[in-house]
């Protein structure tokens, strides 16, 4: 399979199991909580950064001001491991919300495009993910609306969708691809991603609930190191087979 690139998602706790997770590997590391900055900069082979709408949307208080990421974008992306930052979007918006904020982007410049990747959340249009993978060197895709449940029957007939839309005649995406919160193998191993992110790691590595039996390491650490091979373990797909939609009907 492809090398998909797996951007581990902080904050990870202790620093210790951080290091583990980061050392020459891949961060995600999102402006809502940089705690792990410094040390994924030190560290990572390449780093990519996600704009914080997602959570603060959770939380009932999307951000309206973006001036504090684009500033703090500019700092980053001098830095040699930087690989993209995700463009700010609205996470239940409509198409022109987000192209709003897409046009309001400083690197627009083709010299400078590939400093961030904007997201198709998967209850637009296929023709606005057409449209993003033709401007843009990488387009992330967000699991949205009907379609929030990554790897139910109505995602994946979404997914093939989308697929069939942005790959070639041959399989091949048109442009990169980043799955948002894709880092699941069941998910990513199927599909032509070039990268995914998550914070699967970070959220388990402090459950002990989550650890039994009689090989479980003791030690945050080692549990770090255990999730990451497994995850990075698995490849995504080169090729995208077209694959026939199936309609789901919603139950």
Known sequence: GSKVIHYHGGPCTPQTAARRVYTGGHAFISISSPQDLGLALEVCQSLAVDNGAFPAWSSGKPIK??????????????????????????????????????AEWPWQEPKNKWVGAPVWHMHESLERL??????????????????????????????????????????????????????NPEVFSKLPLSSADSTNIARNVGMDSAWHGTYTPASKDTRALVMRERIEATNGKIFWKPQPIQMVLAA
């Open 65 to 102: 001001d973006w001036k504090h990421f684009y500033e703090w974008v500019a700092e980053l992306h001098r830095y040699p491991p930087f690989d993209f930052a995700v463009i700010p979007d609205v996470i239940d918006g409509g198409e022109a919300e987000n192209d709003a904020l897409l």
């Open 130 to 183: 057409l449209r993003l993978a033709l401007e843009w060197p990488r387009v992330c895709i967000g699991s949205s609306g009907q379609f929030a449940t990554v790897g139910d029957a109505k995602w994946w007939n979404r997914m093939a969708e989308a697929m069939n839309t942005v790959c070639d005649k041959n399989g091949n995406p048109i442009c990169k691809l980043h799955g948002l919160r894709m880092l």
